[in-house]
């Protein structure tokens, strides 16, 4: 009798995980942010590529400080839409003038078939032809391999507060399946740029910044990105790049990670500096004392010229505070230590 009276309760509990070990929708997956990080006191938006996020509908973002919330999801498209997306965009591209631009394109929506309901191809009688050669390659790139572990993307809004803490948090994103495991996140405390924020704003094709400057970008295959510092004479730069950092290990790469490098071009275009590490840390730094006022051309690609949606980077550039040395290495609890510090741009040389 004893048995029978448990066999109800046993049944329940196998049934109860044989339910929950069938497949069903996914939890979403993300593989990368971009950009990863952001100034104190800033609004902004971001994208985060993976699988199964159709559904997300919250962000979690760790530590006080930072809020974020889905503004929309964007699919990717199917081969058919895909073909009808190319011949209207064809057609854009090809036009010179903006007005036959803008005519081609109320053409093609009369007559044509109508356009996917899609984020990026909203609004595209207003693009210049730079932003529609740009939006082809997005769509088109032939170097650029299929990958649904990033396919789909997600558009999230982030707030960081003026007085948020700067340094590495962990932002996930949930959908009514699942809690997506965790990116590193960044709050930073330099003004921010990011490579296209130079498209179509008649600069030129490498753009400058002024220091100090946090510079955000993506790497696509055999791709170098480029950006000219205002430096000066006698400025002490450190240029510290972050992708290793924000994204460790790419499963479905070979090899399984962005192994970046940067080199720092003087302005007659000498190559003066150059790196793809620093000491233990796979992410490459670069100390340089500037010896003349010009534009230096700062360039970072993959090391082996590959490239995808999720090598992604973030560079602090400026006279920042650097520590190469310190001694002793610890203390003894409880007893004051004084530590001797030495590098770039410190503010004492002891602790």
Known sequence: MKLRRRWPAVAFTASLVIACAQPGVAAPQIGYLYPAGGRQ??????????????GADHVRVSGEGVRASVVEYVRPLDNQELRETAGFLRDLVSRRW?????????????????????PWLRDLDAKSP?????????????????NVQIAEQVVLEVTIDPD????ERELRVASPAGLSTALRFQVGMLPEVREEDFVGAGEPPTPVVGLPVLLNGQITPGETDRFRLRARKGQKLVIRLHARQLIPYLADAVPGWFQATIALHDPSGSEVAYSDDYRFDPDPLLLYEVPADGLYELEI???IYRGRDDFVY?????????????????GQAGVPTVASIAGWNLPAETL
């Open 130 to 146: 730079m932003e529609l050669a740009r939006l082809r390659n997005k769509f088109f790139d032939p170097k650029k391999q299929p």
């Open 98 to 118: 903006v007005a036959r631009v803008m005519d081609a394109a109320a053409r093609k929506m009369a007559d044509g078939p109508a356009l996917p309901d899609h």
């Open 41 to 54: 006191g800033t609004t902004f938006r971001i994208t985060v590529g993976g699988q199964s996020l159709g």
């Open 314 to 330: 973030r560079i602090a550039v400026g006279e920042l505070p650097f520590v190469t040395q310190v001694f002793p290495l610890g």
């Open 164 to 167: 948020a803490a700067p340094g």
């Open 301 to 303: 690609r993959d090391a």
